[in-house]
């Protein structure tokens, strides 16, 4: 069974305007990773925020980690219509090894 | 440097039948991890792979089996297939090394096969 749940299921918003997604799970953590998916494709891994970080950024993306509340949230700026995919986090488990557990995903639509 | 890659792109069965996926995976991993991914869903972890030997296993039933080669490539066999095995099944890659998960390294997905049974 799915670990993570993931809202909104589905998110559209204009391009230019910020996106904020949120996932929650189950377990204790390693860390918790965010990977976007295009229509069909393969994963692309975005960010992973360990454990003991609270923020992480990279570049448009910003990513928070609350452990206590087992929540995690991925906001992107300023978004282009390049944006418009599917968004999963997945967390790996502290004893789970190397082993994935995704949440349902969020489908963001970008419209120009 | 080549990432993951799998073979084939799209492949159609009927229900019963046995399929075979393949996954090379990115150059200096040594680990290889598949998912099945039905439409509209997360992945689901199915098992993995290391040193020729499976490490792990998700909650899927022994009709899945795999294989790790000595070059690490893998490949995935599905038996007495079901309608609801119709799905993208992604291979994804990572390093492990000294057999120690030492975590916190990003996974490397392939463009997975996509599997239709009729």
């Known amino acids: 069974s799915q670990q993570g749940e993931e809202d909104p299921q589905a998110l559209s918003i204009q391009e230019g305007e910020n996106a904020t997604m949120n996932c929650s799970y189950k377990?204790?953590?390693?860390?918790l990773q965010w990977y976007r998916q295009n229509s069909g494709r393969g994963l692309v891994h975005l960010i992973l925020i360990r454990s003991n970080e609270r923020e992480k950024h990279s570049g448009r993306l910003r990513v928070t980690l609350d452990t206590s509340k087992k929540s995690s949230s991925l906001l992107i700026t300023a978004s282009r219509a390049a944006d418009t995919a599917s968004y999963f986090c997945a967390t790996e488990g502290e004893t789970s090894g190397s082993r994935l557990t995704f949440g349902e995903g969020t489908q963001l639509t970008v419209n120009p | 440097d080549a990432g993951v890659t799998q073979s084939p792109t799209h492949l159609i069965k009927t229900r019963g039948q046995q399929v075979t996926l393949r996954c090379s995976p990115k150059?200096?991993?040594?680990?290889v991890s598949w998912y099945q991914q039905a439409l509209g869903q997360g992945p689901q972890f199915i098992f993995q792979y290391y040193e020729e030997e499976e490490r792990q296993r998700g909650n899927f039933p022994d009709r899945f089996s795999g294989h790790q080669f000595p070059n690490y490539s893998s490949e995935l066999n599905v038996n007495a297939l079901l309608l609801g095995d119709s799905a993208l099944y992604l291979c994804?890659?990572?390093?492990?090394?000294?057999?120690?998960?030492?975590?916190?390294?990003?996974?490397?997905f392939g463009d997975g096969t996509r599997l239709s049974i009729l």
């Open positions: 994804a890659s990572s390093f492990l090394g000294d057999r120690v998960w030492k975590g916190n390294q990003p996974q490397h």
């Open positions: 150059s200096g991993h040594d680990t």
């Open positions: 377990t204790s953590i390693n860390n």
